[in-house]
Each structure stands twice: as C-alpha cells, then as structure tokens.
C-alpha cells in the first residue's frame, strides 16, 4: 500500500505564496509520474501541474508562469510552489502519484489540502 500525505494549505490574500508538499510512503518500487489536480466547489477536478521522473513538466494554462513544480526523487516528494495567487485558485488541491510495482503502474491520491485565496 502506498500513502501520500499532502501539507502546505491554508488561507492567503490575492497576490500571496503558498507551498504545498506531498509526500509518498509505503511499498513503491518505481515512483513515476506525480502531480497536483484541483476541485472547486460544484466543478470537476482538474489538472494544475505534473511532474515526471525524469523532470518532464506540463502545467495547466491557468497557472502557466505563477506555480512551479519539483519533486525530490530520494525524498519521493512533489512541491508545488504557488505565487500570485488568485481567488479563482481558491480549491482543494489533491496530490496524485503513479506507482510502479510488479510491473504494473497504479495511481494514488492523497487526502486532499485547501487553498483559500480571499481578501
């Protein structure tokens, strides 16, 4: 079983930083790739950011230049550094790992984080 527990959260004005971290734990093979997704309230989850092993990053196009993703492979951990945050940002941020066991890939989800941009 793999774990991903996710930190970082919170409440922040318009233009503000956050950083959220998620860490993986448990029996993993391979980490491959990790990333972020979000939910507002009455939409569907979306991707914010991805990251693979090997470094390979894709980003949604609404936070294009405002979050960076990195991960630290011995540390099998992902940040997602959050500037210039806005409200429409405001979500439940969900980290997601695909990990290789057995040669198989399976994606996990940790327990999700709020973000809360409001003045």
């Known amino acids: 079983q793999v774990q991903l527990v996710e930190s970082g959260g919170g409440l922040v004005q318009p233009g503000g930083s956050l950083r959220l971290s998620c860490a993986a734990s448990?029996?993993?093979?391979?980490?491959?790739?990790m990333g972020w997704y979000r939910q507002a309230p009455g939409k569907q989850r979306e991707l914010v950011a991805t990251i693979t092993s090997g470094g390979s990053i894709n980003y949604a196009d609404s936070v294009k230049g405002r979050f960076t993703i990195s991960r630290d492979n011995a540390k099998n951990t992902v940040y997602l550094q959050m500037n210039s945050l806005k409200p429409e940002d405001t979500a439940v941020y969900y980290c997601?790992?695909?990990?290789?066991?057995?040669?198989?890939?399976?994606?996990?989800w940790g327990q999700g984080t709020q973000v809360t941009v409001s003045s």
């Open positions: 997601n790992a695909v990990v290789e066991n057995l040669r198989r890939e399976y994606p996990y």
């Open positions: 448990g029996s993993i093979f391979r980490l491959n790739r």
